[in-house]
């Protein structure tokens, strides 16, 4: 193990000294660093320092998180989950801003520190040769201190200490490096060896502490019981004999009487066809695709016994009554209503009734589509114009 | 380290005196002419007018309580600057008069039949002629006799160099300071929120507290960067020195941006016809450029410019900045009092011509001549203070 020269260090003990020590030093030497205890004003320009690009970072970053914040904001209220918010349009730039706010500023801290400890501070280069010195215990203790590295253009190790001694310097001492400790093919400056034994075990130690002191708080010693109120609510299991809701043992209490479901209407003329005919009166319009809709509806469920043109030839192959041809007399001259009315509550107790499978409106698209296919047979004169 | 501080009184530059006659003169002219032509318009710019000088003076005054209250060392070579700022506070009674003459032409609350109106009646207990002028009053006498126990005791430390002073100073400080917001939220609410007397925002007195220091202390980085390139201010002063205005002008910047737009949010958010009717008069026709504008004016650049950190050292900027800002707080003020006029009088859309540049252009040339005249027999520089050497070895 052989040991080089790092850098020959000089000690001060007051702030003026070593501002007076680095305007002296910056002259003569470009590669050289200061050390205090506490950030010393005056500092920078006394080190010839350029003003830091850390700023660069910060901006880039906050600018990431603004646009981060804005967009994906949005996006989610206008595009992935449009939700109406106390009457707001969806893009409400107003409420945005606070969040913008936050991310620009999260961001552009969590990256300024984050860059200032990796590309600045070079972690995970952890280590440094004034590392373990004499000269570092000084400096973050209560001395100011300097070296100029043994790679500058300039360096005599001689006239540096004789520099330093002329400027009073309380302590001067050389800082030495082992060959083992860097890597290959790279500058003395810049790389020493990332893993140190030490470190290694120091981080490792400090994981496996941290993990486990979280685990143990939060599942040992302030563990909590979920809520368990879901469990135990009176509620209805089902096959259980009676339910423990009501006293009569019922889960749920009947609608009151005369309640209406939504979306329904009852029906007035039960049982009783003339007034049908008399008062209905079809709201639809006749178009192709209300006379599409009373075809389907009219194959599906009328043609069975009526046959797909109402002829009265069943399928069904004398199981069933075969009904009466829709082309008769009598039924042409139903009024819509009447056929309405018997789609709904059905015919002498032979046809059944189809209101719960048909809709309103699929009723009386159906009436238009036996309309359609009575005057194929017996057309109107004015169909014939 | 240390030196002794070498300061020798010389007088401010003659030619402000002059440009300030020249605009005083001119904006006499301008007064005289708006006032002939439209009386009621321009007492709502002499509401602006007066709403500006007070933010020049009490903002300096504001400085001056802050900088004794929080031993700020930064910024006592320009605390003089600020105290002789400060006794504009000695004339703002006057830009009160056309107001006061006019008021019936301006503040609907004065009205006999505003009785009526359930919710003015309310009102009625503090939105009073007799009250408001009581109020007033107060005001202006609480500002001046600050004004006269801070500069008194400071002056008189130049000579005696007795750090008692600044002891007193401080305690007088710690009094002023809930009696500063106080009563600038009474001006505030007064005279320019009670031009709209239906409408209310609990936040107002901030929102005009945060031009007002931004004003006061725009002034005085103007006039005390001017000064010390002439070489006026005590020696050693440099950009380390002015880093400081630049760092509190940014902050005040981004605190102004802040309160406004808490206000702004909450109203937006909470959606009452009685809050937002006050912006939407200020959203409807080409106002709405001028609500705009504000952001970018008062926000936007300012922000810009102030951001980097060299920005904050270099004169010019930092000038450029202030100048900025004192124009964004006459804009702002333009901004909160005159959509009141256009609304009452059932003008379509902004209003301005010369009548809106009057005030600020009397006021500017008024501040000039009267700083002039008040730091004739003065030291530019607070020799006497014992933070003073403290400050000039400041380094960044």
Request: with cysteine; proline share 5%; net charge neutral.
């Amino acid at each position: 193990m052989s040991k080089n020269l790092f850098a020959v260090a000089g000690l001060f003990n007051t702030p003026d000294e070593i501002i007076k020590a680095s305007k002296a030093v910056n002259k003569q030497y470009k590669k050289f660093d200061v050390n205090t205890p506490y950030p010393v004003h005056g500092m920078d320009s006394a080190m010839g320092l350029k003003s830091s690009k850390l700023g660069y970072f910060a901006l880039a970053f906050g600018l990431t998180g603004m646009l981060i914040a804005l967009s994906l904001m949005t996006w989610v209220t206008t595009k992935e989950y449009p939700l109406v918010i106390g009457g707001k349009p969806f893009f409400s730039l107003p409420a945005f801003i606070p969040i913008t706010f936050e991310l620009t500023v999260l961001l552009a801290s969590i990256g300024t520190v984050l860059s200032m400890i990796f590309i600045f501070f070079k972690l995970p280069n952890n280590s440094h040769p004034i590392h373990d010195t004499n000269y570092m215990k000084s400096v973050s203790n209560d001395k100011y201190g300097i070296y100029v590295l043994a790679e500058d253009d300039n360096f005599d190790a001689e006239k540096v200490k004789a520099l330093f001694a002329s400027l009073g310097a309380a302590d001067i001492s050389e800082i030495l490096y082992n060959e083992d400790d860097l890597e290959e093919d790279v500058q003395v400056y810049q790389h020493f060896k990332i893993f140190d034994k030490k470190f290694v075990v120091g981080l490792l130690s400090i994981v496996v502490v941290v993990s486990g002191l979280a685990y143990y708080m939060l599942n040992k010693l302030f563990y909590m019981a979920p809520y368990n109120w879901m469990m135990t609510q009176s509620k209805v299991i089902p096959q259980a004999p009676v339910s423990d809701n009501f006293a009569d043992g019922f889960p749920m209490r009947n609608p009151v009487e005369g309640t209406v479901a939504k979306g329904f209407m009852p029906y007035e003329y039960k049982g009783k066809p003339e007034e049908a005919e008399k008062n209905l009166i079809n709201p639809s319009e006749v178009t192709p695709e209300n006379l599409a809709l009373g075809k389907i509806k009219f194959d599906i469920y009328c043609s069975p016994c009526h046959g797909y043109f109402g002829k009265g030839d069943s399928r069904l192959n004398g199981q069933f009554p075969n009904p009466p041809s829709l082309h008769s007399e009598k039924a042409r001259n139903f009024k819509d209503g009447r056929i309405f009315h018997i789609i709904t509550d059905g015919q002498n107790n032979v046809m059944p009734g189809y209101y719960k499978q048909l809709s309103r409106d699929d009723r009386w698209a159906v009436v238009n589509y036996v309309r359609v296919l009575q005057r194929s047979l017996n057309a109107k004169e004015e169909d014939l114009k | 380290m240390s030196s002794k501080i070498e300061y020798t009184k010389q007088p401010i530059p003659a030619n402000w005196t002059k440009i300030g006659m020249i605009l005083t003169v001119l904006g006499l002219a301008l007064v005289g002419a708006s006032f002939a032509m439209d009386s009621t318009r321009a007492t709502f710019n002499s509401i602006l007018g007066m709403m500006f000088i007070i933010s020049i003076g009490l903002g300096a005054l504001f400085t001056i309580g802050i900088e004794y209250l929080a031993g700020a060392v930064w910024s006592t070579p320009y605390r003089r600057v600020a105290e002789i700022l400060a006794s504009v506070v000695l004339i703002v009674p006057i830009f009160a008069i056309p107001g006061l003459i006019k008021m019936h032409d301006v503040f609907h609350w004065s009205h006999a039949e505003a009785l009526q109106d359930a919710i003015l009646k309310n009102k009625s207990a503090y939105l009073n002629t007799t009250f408001f002028i009581v109020r007033m009053v107060a005001v202006f006498i609480i500002w001046i006799v600050f004004y006269f126990i801070f500069t008194k005791n400071s002056e008189k430390q130049d000579i005696t160099k007795d750090q008692k002073l600044t002891k007193r100073n401080i305690k007088f400080s710690a009094l002023f300071m809930p009696l500063f917001a106080i009563s600038l939220t009474i001006m505030a609410v007064d005279w320019m929120m009670s031009l709209e007397p239906h409408w209310f925002s609990t936040i107002y007195g901030v929102y005009y507290f945060a031009g007002t220091f931004l004003t006061g202390l725009s002034f005085i980085t103007i006039i005390a960067i001017s000064l010390n390139e002439r070489g006026l201010l005590v020696k050693g002063l440099g950009e380390d020195h002015y880093y400081s205005l630049g760092a509190m002008m940014f902050a005040f910047v981004n605190f102004w941006a802040y309160i406004a737009f808490s206000q702004y949010l909450l109203i937006w958010y909470a959606n009452l016809p009685e809050e937002t009717y006050w912006f939407i008069n200020r959203y409807e026709g080409s106002w709405a450029y001028v609500s705009y504008g504000l952001v970018f004016v008062h926000f936007v650049i300012p922000y810009i410019i102030l951001l980097p950190q060299p920005a904050k050292k270099d004169p010019k900027r930092l000038k450029l900045a202030a100048f900025i800002l004192i124009f964004a707080h006459i804009y702002d003020l333009y901004w909160l009092i005159m959509p009141t006029y256009t609304k009452q009088h059932g003008i379509e859309g902004m209003v301005f011509s010369f009548y809106e540049i009057a005030f600020p252009v009397l006021i500017i040339g008024v501040v000039m001549v009267w700083f002039g005249i008040m730091s004739k027999n003065k030291n530019l520089v607070p020799i006497g203070d014992p933070k003073l050497q403290q400050a000039i070895d400041f380094h960044l």
